[in-house]
């Protein structure tokens, strides 16, 4: 590997997120907080189940930021080329396009990411936290660690401050605590964030929608034309289609299932 690769974004913010998250760990251990109390009283349980979670999280981290999000192939494989011929046996209201950068069929629901320079399927964001797309195939994971990853910063913020114990003069608590507070200050803010896109995403899984669709659905062909979202089939069949895949089928089969229900709608109607 070149030396220069090692200067990459995605490498660089990896390093620095492992940094970060370790390096408030090692404060909220060093400091006068619940974790040193239990260490004091023999209660090594719960600074262990900590230290898992933490752990988790991170692994969690780098498994959505390294993982492919479902990059489209350029060379379609076997089993790619069947579904497209499947595909192709379904009435198409929309054509599928060809995407000007990197020139492959886009299926439906993918979108090109200028930064990966890749089409993904069913493009939710780039995220440059992760420096990685958000797509069909870590999404799931994406949720999970957003989940476990507010779960770990609401029990740091509470260990922050269960160490801080203000007194004065100020400026000796300031020495003495400082790190801490700013840690604490750390910890709220990114709990704050994590609590904002967890109930963001969580409400976009369970109308079967991405960030790119709600955001840009007046853009896209396939959601200008419909007054509806063509893919919500319900809470319990949306969660079951996200987290394991349940039911099975191409969008643009259930693209084309909903073009045929609202069809019996209005012929009912009528």
Known sequence: MAPWALLSPGVLVRTGHTVLTWGITLVLFLHDTALRQWEEQGELLLPLTFLLL??????LYLAVSLMDPGYVNVQPQ???EVKEQ???MVPQAIPLRRCRYCLVLQPLRARHCRECRRC?????HHCPWMENCVGERNHPLFVAYLALQLVVLLWGL???WSGLHFFQPWGLWLRSSGLLFATFLLLSLFSLVASLLLASHLYLVASNTTTWEFISSHRIAYLRQRPSNPFDRGLTRNLAHFFCGWPSGSWET???????EEEEGRSQAV
């Open 54 to 59: 933490v752990l988790g999280s991170l692994l």
């Open 78 to 80: 076997p089993q790619e």
């Open 86 to 88: 499947q595909t192709a």
């Open 120 to 124: 993904v399927r069913r493009y939710d």
């Open 158 to 160: 509470y260990l922050a």
């Open 254 to 260: 259930l693209w084309a299932e909903g073009e045929e």
